[in-house]
């Protein structure tokens, strides 16, 4: 398998997973409705363990721009691989999304608001304020780059870090993600907004382009501090 493919792969895994997750809590007569933000945070925890487990032996299972520009700005990753990896990344993001849809089908209908159906496929704010809010996921993200860069210099036993890096991904919902919803990764929001805007999704509403940059901007910044943070404390 090429690392396009595989990332292409991972990250479809990650958004089916991910965002079937908050669908299962958010969509009416879903047997998971209201089970609340505990279980969002385990299912994406989950959810990238799974995608990591996947694709990693392929093309490292970066499924994240962020941490991909962030590895490539410390020198860990050619920066020439860079568009290819992003573009599977949005690619596989799309699919997830699409196929999200299509497990739920019966049950779109059945849900009134249009803004949970929206927060199935992308995140949106607590509050609205653009300024708090990009820097909630740059600081998101920072935590997560900063993180898998630290658990992959530990020697844990064969095959246990995908499974830390999602408990790493637990720990950043249940503490950080109150404000935002914790994109942390521009991929996993901007792909299946694109999805939402795309599919004729029953009662939904627009699709909230307005804020979609802030999912995007924050978490390039934070991976980048992360990734040059990790280099200059970590490394030195």
Same mark, same amino acid.
């Given at each position: 398998?090429?690392?396009?493919?595989?990332?292409?792969?991972?990250?479809?895994?990650?958004?089916?997973?991910?965002?079937?997750?908050?669908?299962?809590?958010?969509?009416?007569?879903?047997?998971?409705?209201?089970?609340?933000?505990?279980?969002?945070?385990?299912?994406?925890?989950?959810?990238?363990?799974?995608?990591?487990?996947?694709?990693?032996?392929?093309?490292?299972?970066?499924?994240?721009?962020? %941490?991909? =520009? /962030? !590895?490539?700005?410390? *020198?860990?990753?050619?920066? @020439?691989?860079? #568009?290819?990896?992003? +573009?599977?990344?949005?690619?596989?993001?799309?699919?997830?999304?699409?196929?999200?849809?299509?497990?739920?089908?019966?049950?779109?209908?059945?849900?009134?608001?249009?803004?949970?159906?929206?927060?199935?496929?992308?995140?949106?704010?607590?509050?609205?304020?653009?300024?708090?809010?990009?820097?909630?996921?740059?600081?998101?993200?920072?935590?997560?780059?900063?993180?898998?860069?630290?658990?992959?210099?530990?020697?844990?036993?064969?095959?246990?870090?995908?499974?830390?890096?999602?408990?790493?991904? %637990?720990? =950043? /919902? !249940?503490?950080?993600? *109150?404000?935002?919803?914790? @994109?942390?990764? #521009?991929?996993?929001? +901007?792909?299946?907004?694109?999805?939402?805007?795309?599919?004729?999704?029953?009662?939904?509403?627009?699709?909230?382009?307005?804020?979609?940059?802030?999912?995007?901007?924050?978490?390039?910044?934070?991976?980048?501090?992360?990734?040059?943070?990790?280099?200059?404390?970590?490394?030195?």
């Amino acid at each position: 398998m090429t690392p396009f493919l595989a990332e292409i792969i991972g990250t479809m895994i990650l958004i089916i997973l991910g965002d079937g997750v908050v669908a299962g809590v958010l969509l009416k007569k879903s047997k998971a409705e209201n089970s609340g933000w505990i279980v969002i945070t385990a299912g994406w925890g989950l959810a990238v363990a799974m995608a990591v487990y996947a694709v990693g032996g392929f093309s490292g299972a970066h499924l994240n721009p962020a %941490v991909t =520009i /962030g !590895l490539a700005a410390i *020198g860990s990753f050619p920066w @020439a691989d860079v #568009p290819s990896y992003i +573009l599977a990344q949005f690619i596989g993001a799309f699919l997830g999304g699409v196929i999200v849809w299509l497990h739920y089908l019966p049950h779109w209908k059945e849900t009134n608001d249009p803004g949970a159906k929206l927060g199935i496929f992308c995140t949106g704010p607590g509050i609205r304020d653009n300024f708090g809010n990009l820097v909630s996921e740059i600081i998101g993200t920072f935590i997560l780059v900063l993180g898998i860069l630290a658990i992959g210099a530990n020697k844990f036993a064969d095959g246990i870090n995908p499974f830390i890096v999602g408990l790493l991904i %637990v720990s =950043i /919902g !249940l503490s950080l993600g *109150g404000t935002t919803g914790y @994109a942390i990764n #521009p991929a996993r929001d +901007l792909g299946p907004r694109i999805a939402h805007a795309v599919l004729p999704i029953a009662g939904k509403g627009n699709s909230d382009w307005g804020y979609s940059w802030i999912p995007v901007v924050g978490p390039v910044i934070g991976g980048v501090l992360g990734a040059l943070f990790y280099k200059a404390f970590f490394l030195a």
